[in-house]
């Protein structure tokens, strides 16, 4: 059973930074692309950055690269959205994802706020 645990979400300064977390377990983490979403109020839920297996290329959508990086920990099965220097846009429930499984996370409150 895939199972998809995020941590570390709260408030953060627009010039601040935040570290989201997301535990992976059910399956093999090291050999599947994993990935981040975001889901604004009112809007629909959009792709943030994707990290191919063993925490290889990444991709980030333009409105956050350059500002967050996409990483994992294959030994803790974990995998990390480092958040630097957020929008006030950036508020938003953050979403884990493992696409091979089509599995989400419940979700993470960033609230982004001076």
């Known amino acids: 059973q895939v199972q998809l645990v995020e941590s570390g979400g709260g408030l953060v300064q627009p010039g601040g930074s935040l570290r989201l977390s997301c535990a992976a377990s059910g399956f093999t983490f090291s050999i599947f692309v994993m990935s981040w979403y975001r889901q604004a109020p009112g809007k629909e839920r959009e792709w943030v950055a994707t990290i191919a297996p063993g925490g290889g290329r990444t991709n980030y959508a333009d409105s956050v690269k350059g500002r967050f990086t996409i990483s994992t920990d294959n030994a803790k099965n974990t995998v990390y959205l480092q958040m630097n220097s957020p929008e006030f846009e950036g508020t938003a429930v953050y979403y884990c994802?493992?696409?091979?499984?089509?599995?989400w996370g419940k979700g993470l409150q960033v609230t982004v706020s001076s």
């Open positions: 994802n493992a696409p091979a499984f089509g599995s």
